[in-house]
């Protein structure tokens, strides 16, 4: 199967894609350190990239009629500054809004699925209308905005078709959306991502999103009751530090949860050298120097290294240090290493990141995490091949 990867950033969701047998048909981005990113792995061979077919520039700019029935799936990410919590809110005021662009893209290409994420803060109270725009444009992507239509003139002409039952006329998609923490699903950072899926509407697929195979509760279980998480790293009792808000969860659990338990920062990378203490260790892996500076201050005090990291962030005007912080049992804190951001967004360790540190940590900040791109991606994969099996025996 066939796929076209949209503003494509450091390549989290699209590694998922491809892990989960995706072949990559194009990876559009328009970054030019992100693509040099790409670039310097697939110059070193590193799978999947070495193989990705990648388009630097504008996807505005791109033609995707060529595709047309030839690519199963559509995915990306549309910038997403106009949405984040920690933006300026302009939505679709903002020319950094690409979700016009995703909708052309799956018009042009007519793919049997999409995959788009975004920020949770689409999903906020204050952009609810034109969240349900962006659904109704993902569903009905033939029904274009006409020339000096407004947005929300465009968004009445969409509800009006959907609530006629006019969906079996021309291309139209199931569309589901829904907010994940990626925590819920083995990721060693909470990080809460609103995901879009959908599938053509004449292939008559059923699909919900995978359940969580992870929990807080039993974190907290293997912490405070059971010590198997202390066990499992060789902490001693006297220096194991519980947070009492596992305490006071435990203390409501009558049994042992039956997810496994959240990911943490020590779990992620307690098998690096610490780069600040060990400098010449940590040198023996890719993107991993110590970055001074890191400072606390009210609101970002950093992550506990046992519990899932906070979620990295790009920043709008540069990295935020708060969020991109370890903090130590003893109290100290430094800034994650690009290496140790890597692994808490769950990249290969023979992936390196090109630019700076604050620029590699932007591209980092911007990511899926690409274990959870891949669950995904083959749950997708799986309902198609399902769906599309009659057609083959033919």
């Not at 793919?111 to 993902?138: C, D, M, S, W």
């Not at 807080?216 to 902490?235: F, N, P």
């Not at 947070?243 to 990378?269: G, H, N």
Request: with cysteine.
């Amino acid at each position: 199967m066939r796929a076209i990867e949209l503003f494509a950033g450091a390549g989290g969701l699209g590694i998922g894609v491809s892990r989960a047998g995706f072949i990559p048909a194009e990876v559009i981005e328009w970054n030019r350190w992100c693509c040099d990113t790409i670039r310097e792995n697939k110059a070193r061979g590193i799978l999947p990239v070495a193989k990705w077919p990648l388009v630097e520039g504008d996807v505005r700019n791109i033609n995707f009629q060529r595709h047309e029935g030839r690519v199963e799936l559509v995915t990306g990410g549309p910038p997403c500054q106009p949405f984040s919590l920690g933006g300026k809110h302009r939505s679709h005021n903002d020319v950094r809004d690409m979700w016009s662009e995703a909708v052309r893209a799956v018009r042009e290409t007519k793919p049997k699925a999409f995959i788009f994420e975004n920020v949770k803060g689409l999903t906020r109270e204050t952009f609810a209308t034109y969240l349900a725009y962006i659904v109704h444009q993902l569903s009905y992507p033939e029904l274009t905005c006409g020339s000096g239509e407004s947005w929300t003139d465009h968004l009445a002409k969409l509800e009006c078709h959907h609530i006629a039952g006019s969906s079996c006329r021309g291309l139209s998609y199931r569309v589901v959306y829904r907010v994940l923490n990626a925590a819920n699903y083995g990721i060693p950072q909470r990080r809460e991502r609103v995901i879009f899926v959908g599938f053509r509407s004449d292939l008559g697929i059923e699909w919900s999103f995978p359940a969580a195979t992870h929990s807080l509760d039993a974190l907290a279980w293997q912490q405070c009751r059971s010590g198997g998480y202390w066990e499992r790293h060789g902490v001693s009792r006297r220096q194991r530090i519980v947070s009492p808000r596992f305490e006071e969860r435990v203390e409501c659990l009558a049994s042992k949860p039956m997810a496994l338990p959240w990911r943490t920062v020590r779990d992620a990378i307690g098998d690096l050298p610490d780069p600040e203490l060990a400098p010449s260790l940590a040198a023996e892996f890719l993107n991993h120097r110590f970055q001074p500076g890191a400072r606390s201050y009210p609101g970002h005090t950093g992550s506990p290294l046992d519990e899932p990291a906070k979620t990295l962030k790009a920043g709008v005007h540069g990295v935020p240090g708060g969020e991109n912080m370890l903090a130590r049992p003893d109290g100290s804190l430094r800034y994650f290493s690009v290496r140790e951001s890597a692994r808490l967004q769950t990249f290969p360790d023979d992936f390196r990141f090109h630019g700076s540190w604050s620029e590699t940590m932007r591209q980092l900040g911007n990511a899926v995490p690409v274990e959870l791109a891949t669950l995904i991606a083959n749950s997708v994969r799986a309902h198609l091949a399902a769906a599309t099996a009659p057609e083959r025996k033919q």
